[in-house]
């Protein structure tokens, strides 16, 4: 499972600029739980097509408030 979540966030990585990258990180040590799930949201988009452009700081902290309000 730990080696399908590291593919699973190589291929998110590749949709990231380096400061969302940066942001991921710090997600990942302070709220895991929200990190995993952040990561599923948007490997879910790139499986279904629906992520097509980089993700900048700015447009992953909108998708970690939209997130945390559910």
Do not use: C
């Not at 593919?7 to 990942?28: C, D, F, H, M, T």
């Not at 490997?43 to 447009?59: R, S």
């Amino acid at each position: 499972m730990q080696h399908q979540l590291l593919k699973l966030e190589q291929k998110v990585k590749k949709y990231l600029s380096s400061e969302a990258i940066s942001r991921l990180g710090n997600l990942k040590t302070a709220h895991p739980e929200l990190a995993l799930k952040t990561i599923m949201v948007l490997a879910n988009a790139i499986d279904a097509g629906q992520l097509t452009e980089q993700i900048d700081d700015n447009g992953l902290k909108s998708l970690l408030i939209q997130l945390r309000q559910k």
